[in-house]
């Protein structure tokens, strides 16, 4: 991992992946509704 001045890019990276997950989490959801499925918490 490469560390910057005051500056740590794990911590960017792991929030940018939550982002992603939360996103795609809401996706997944979406598309278990119309399914009929129960949503993923």
Request: hydrophobic share 25%; no cysteine; charged share 40%.
């Amino acid at each position: 991992t490469y560390k910057y001045k005051n500056f740590s890019l794990d911590k960017f990276t792991y929030q940018h992946i939550d982002n992603l997950r939360e996103e795609s989490d809401k996706m997944d959801n979406i598309r278990r509704k119309k399914e009929g499925l129960l949503p993923i918490l």
